[in-house]
């Protein structure tokens, strides 16, 4: 059984950073492609990152591009999200996701596996 953890989430000031890590266990995690999501109140998920096998491939939500970056430790079975340059719309609960298999997943819906969340909260 597949399972993701995020943490890392908290309170930061706008302009501040803070790095989400995903935790994953139960699956060959090199051979996960992974993806970040967000879901702010009252809103759908949606797209922030991805992640290839290798992560030598990362894509990015034009929202975020230039401020959030994704990297993997394969050794570690773990994906981060460092954020930098945090904006009150930013605020969100921030999820993970597990898809085996290649190709590049932008929609939710193609991914297998999800974390719990954990919220991010940028105060201006």
């Known amino acids: 059984q597949v399972q993701l953890v995020e943490s890392g989430g908290g309170l930061v000031q706008a302009g501040g950073s803070l790095r989400l890590s995903c935790a994953v266990s139960g699956g060959t995690f090199s051979r996960y492609a992974m993806g970040w999501f967000r879901q702010a109140a009252g809103k759908e998920r949606e797209f922030v990152g991805f992640s290839g096998w290798s992560g030598s491939s990362t894509y990015y939500a034009d929202s975020v591009k230039g401020r959030f970056t994704i990297s993997r430790d394969n050794a570690k079975n773990t994906v981060y999200l460092q954020m930098n340059s945090l904006k009150s719309e930013d605020t969100a609960v921030y999820y993970c996701?597990?898809?085996?298999?290649?190709?590049?997943?932008?929609?939710?819906?193609?991914?297998?596996?999800w974390g719990q969340g954990t919220q991010v909260t940028v105060s201006s």
């Open positions: 996701g597990a898809r085996s298999g290649p190709g590049v997943m932008f929609n939710r819906y193609e991914y297998d596996y």
